[in-house]
Nanobody, 115 residues
């Protein structure tokens, strides 16, 4: 069983920045895809950003140009740099790791964007 532990969430004003981290209990290089999802109250969980083993990235249209996903294999850590935050970015953010048929989730970290 793989453990994913997120950190870095918090309260930030609109226009501010946060960096989320996700530390995995095994080498992140072993996963085909790592991603960040988010879920706001009353809404479905949605993909925010993903990075595949070759390094290609994919972003939701709503965060393109503002968020950056990256990874540091030596530290088994996935990051999400979030800039120019908006109130609509408020949600619980989840780290996800996939290598078929395995699919792992972290416990989530709360991000609140409010003045």
């Amino acid at each position: 069983q793989v453990q994913l532990v997120e950190s870095g969430g918090g309260l930030v004003q609109p226009g501010g920045s946060l960096r989320l981290s996700c530390i995995a209990s095994r080498s992140i290089g072993s996963f085909d895809v790592m991603a960040w999802y988010r879920q706001a109250p009353g809404k479905q969980r949605e993909l925010v950003a993903a990075i595949i083993s070759g390094g290609l990235t994919n972003y939701a249209d709503s965060v393109k140009g503002r968020f950056t996903i990256s990874r540091e294999n030596a530290k088994n850590t996935l990051y999400l740099q979030m800039n120019s935050l908006k109130p609509e970015d408020s949600a619980v953010y989840y780290c996800n790791a996939k290598k078929w048929p395995e699919n792992y989730w972290g416990q989530g970290t709360q991000v609140t964007v409010s003045s």
